[in-house]
């Protein structure tokens, strides 16, 4: 009996250690960006802008860039994809662009890209980036061709076009470039922004011995992907509480009006990014503050979009960004929070040598299991990179770490089973296929760069699987209009 209370004691300290360091670390200067520069993409920019380009009479050269244009600009995370993708197929686009909007827009939306690249690498951010674009308006031209007859009927009983011709406005373009810089000022890794241009030592006694207590309350591995909680790791985790607490009075019924919990809740995002680029160390002379290129970066950004907001966007614009914005850190980061307890205790269940037998290699086999680990294991957007940083430094290749990363978001069963309902289970079914085909695909082809297979040959044999699956798709084509032709 205290073998297993020892053994739940020892989950729950696992999962509470590793929360708390996720709370402390650095992820702050992109989530904290990006959940803004998701909501004021939702607030400022006119759907009618980006949807009227999905319409059935626009030229396909047109619709699916602009759907996956769209998944990126609209989409947060695929509970959010799920009612869009459905609002798009009903007012009349067709069901290819559709496809394609409903496969990119969790896959490569903001938070998930930018989360990707800092967590674990630049390299496989992009990578699901290029291979994501690619195959999810692959998919999509196979879907409209392989159910033309179907869409044609579609097509026929909506509506012609998407209305509107609503523009984004010019402040509003700045505040998102603005928004777009601070990210980049806080997550690029150049020398640049790493320099320290100041130093400043500020003599608190013990901060030493309090940075020591924090290493024996959560001890962690650096070899096992674990981070401590340093002092200035405790001073976000308290600043993040502050903005809960302040948006809570401040935003939370923004809609009946503005008041000072707003601007103070504002006032503290601001001032915890400026915490956060700073570098700050511990010894035994107290605390010293390093002002790197990042802080004062992030400085003028932060002046800037004050600014921008006092001045240039109008009050409704204003409530409806912060209103958006924070609509989607109620939504995720109860969910982060959860996720990243959880692959906390996973820790201390799951052995390396499993993972190094199961997907430690960039086989077929093993694409496959990151393929259908996605299935049977959905996390919502962003929670799924935490468990993918667990599994790489618990030995997963990084080929089928990338198969798992685009299948999580788009073949989940509660995923699968909505998509029936929309557009019919045979479509919905098909859609599923073609999806853990190409995730498969995208794996093999990413781990083989990683192991390093030069680019020509990858490229003939993409090349090779694409010219197989285009006379496939034509074959059926062919079926399709000789039908509809008798029909």
């Known amino acids: 009996m205290n073998q297993v209370f020892e053994f739940i004691l020892q989950m729950l300290s696992s999962g509470f250690g590793n929360l708390a360091a996720y709370l402390a670390a650095h992820v702050l200067l992109c989530l904290l960006p990006a ?18 380009y999905l319409g059935r009479n626009t030229p396909k050269y047109i619709s699916y860039p602009a759907s996956a244009a769209a ?133 608190i006694q013990r901060a030493s011995e309090f940075q020591d207590f924090l290493t024996a309350l959560v001890p962690f591995d650096a070899s096992q992907g ?3 909680v340093t002092v200035q790791g405790v001073m976000l985790i308290v600043m993040l509480v502050l ?40 010894d035994t ?29 109008t009050r409704n614009e204003v409530r409806d960004t912060l209103w958006e914005s924070w609509r989607f850190m109620k939504q995720i980061f109860p969910l982060l929070i959860v996720g990243v307890f959880v692959v906390g205790m996973l820790r201390e269940l799951i052995r390396p040598e499993w993972v190094q037998t199961i997907a430690g290699n960039n086989s077929l086999v093993s694409n496959l299991v990151g393929v259908i680990f996605g299935v049977f294991m959905y996390f919502p957007t962003l929670v799924e990179v935490p468990i993918a940083q667990m599994f790489l430094n618990l030995g ?49 082809i990413y781990g083989a760069w990683v192991d390093g297979t030069q680019l020509w040959v990858i490229g003939l044999y993409l090349a090779l699987f694409l010219a197989a ?4 798709v034509g074959l059926i084509n062919r079926r399709q209009q000789a039908r509809m032709k008798t029909a």
């Open 396 to 444: 997963m290749h990084r080929g089928p770490l990338l198969a798992y990363l685009i299948s999580d978001p788009e073949l989940s069963l509660q995923s699968i089973l909505i998509t029936a309902t929309i557009i019919g289970k045979l479509k919905a079914w098909v859609y599923v296929f073609w999806v853990a085909l190409f995730s498969t695909l995208a794996g093999l």
């Open 35 to 52: 959940f803004f520069i998701a909501g004021a993409m939702t607030a400022l920019i006119p759907k009618e802008t980006i949807t009227r």
């Open 71 to 203: 998944g990126f600009l609209l989409a947060v995370c695929s509970c959010t994809v799920i009612p869009l993708f459905a609002g798009i197929y009903k007012k009349g686009a067709g069901l290819g662009p559709a496809i394609t909007f409903l496969f990119i827009a969790p896959a490569i939306n903001i938070l998930a890209l930018t989360y990707t690249g800092t967590v674990i690498g630049m390299d496989i951010a992009i990578a699901r980036l290029f291979l994501s674009l690619l195959f999810g308006i692959g998919i999509g031209i196979i879907m409209s061709f392989i159910f033309q007859k179907e869409d044609t009927a579609h097509d026929k009983a909506t509506d012609a076009l998407f209305a509107g011709q609503a523009k984004i406005r010019k402040p509003a373009v700045m505040f998102l470039l603005v928004l777009m810089a601070l990210l980049v000022a806080g997550t690029f890794q150049v020398a640049v922004l790493k320099n320290s241009y100041l130093e400043i030592n500020i003599p």
């Open 469 to 472: 699956l285009v006379l496939v």
């Open 285 to 313: 002379g107290g605390l010293t503050l390093h002002f790197t290129g990042k802080f004062f970066s992030v400085l003028l950004a932060v002046i800037l979009l004050g600014w921008m907001l006092k001045s240039k966007l």
């Open 243 to 282: 903005i809960g607490l302040t948006a809570w009075k401040g935003i939370e019924h923004i809609h009946d009006g503005f008041t000072k919990w707003t601007w103070l809740s504002i006032g503290l995002v601001g001032f915890t990014l400026l915490i956060a680029a700073l570098g700050i160390t511990t």
């Open 226 to 228: 674990e981070e401590g």
